[in-house]
């Protein structure tokens, strides 16, 4: 017995007829028939007396009857209940972002959504990109921004932005006044690094193994500002996004584009596709995905401007 077996039932039991039953179910009278048969089967009674004329309950349908309306109203009402739900711009997402990437476009989307839906609230923690995935992996966290992502099978992922990497050192080293730096140049410098649970950490340690030499790490660090500070005190050199790096003082801080091969912050969104995602998760993603194409497509409309102007 499931829950069709009832609902087809309270019809016919309520229009006394099987054909009415089926026109309001959307199901064919033989397909009605055969459910109140298997019912009946299951039950061991006759619910109905049937004749040409009419269609009666006994006195096994009457008792059936007077339950089964109750349990079919509340399956409806569970039903309509999360339908309901599921429309209300309302709930928590969990996010966790490496602190060090100053995704200064990724705090703009923040106050979008917060503006579109005030009702959701967004629970941040400052995570390196490896405790991330951690938190994506055991549901901890329902979203994920990375750098770097691994090739994970469980995860979906959204492509945010991509910032190549520059190295930051004082006013006064001799590489500050390269249009441009060779990994290579920096063999001996001392590096301020991030953190190992930072995927930037790794991607850093092999491009210097690369160009074919192991880093001096005098320090690690999740904080910006450290960062810089150490640099600006000319204790040793660091690797930022560009975008970072274009608000920094001058004065203090030289910032140098590194050569080709680059090396590039790719922030990704992350989820697990085998885990349940609230309404509210979910929502946040569409805005992404919609925010994300608007740039495209403003971005298009702009090189064909381009283009057309040239011409």
């Not at 299951?42 to 009419?54: D, H, I, P, T």
């Not at 190295?167 to 690094?193: G, K, N, R, T, W």
């Amino acid at each position: 017995m499931d829950i069709r077996h009832l609902e087809y039932f309270v019809e016919v039991a309520r229009h006394k007829s099987f054909s009415k039953a089926a026109q309001i179910t959307y199901v064919s009278q033989s397909t009605i028939s055969k459910m109140i048969k298997d019912l009946e089967n299951e039950l061991g009674v006759a619910l109905f007396n049937r004749n040409s004329k009419y269609v009666q309950l006994t006195d096994a349908g009457e008792i059936l009857f007077s339950q089964a309306q109750h349990i079919v109203s509340l399956f409806q009402n569970i039903t309509t209940e999360f339908e309901s739900m599921a429309k209300l711009e309302k709930g928590k997402v969990s996010i966790g972002l490496p602190p060090i990437t100053g995704a200064t476009a990724f705090a703009e989307l923040l106050g979008q959504f917060r503006q579109k839906y005030p009702n959701i609230d967004i629970v941040l923690f400052e995570y390196g990109s490896k405790k991330v995935e951690l938190g994506i992996q055991d549901g901890s966290l329902d979203i994920g921004v990375i750098c770097c992502p691994s090739n994970n099978e469980n995860y979906e992922v959204i492509e945010f932005t991509q910032d190549p990497l520059w190295v930051i050192m004082h006013p006064s080293h001799p590489l500050s006044q390269y249009p441009e730096v060779d990994f290579a140049l920096l063999a001996d410098e001392a590096f301020v690094l991030y953190r190992k649970d930072f995927s930037l950490h790794d991607a850093i340690v092999d491009r210097c193994r690369l160009a074919g030499f192991q880093p001096k790490i005098i320090f690690e660090t999740s904080q910006r500002e450290l960062m810089t500070q150490i640099v600006a005190a000319n204790l040793g050199i660091a690797l930022l996004p560009s975008k970072i790096c274009e608000q920094l003082d001058p004065k203090t801080i030289v910032s140098v584009p590194l050569a080709d091969p680059q090396l590039f912050l790719q922030m990704s969104i992350i989820w697990n596709k085998r885990r349940y995602l609230s309404h509210a998760a979910r929502l946040w993603l569409n805005f992404v995905r919609d925010h994300l194409a608007q740039i495209e497509t403003h971005s298009l409309m702009q090189a064909a401007d381009s283009g057309g102007n040239k011409a």
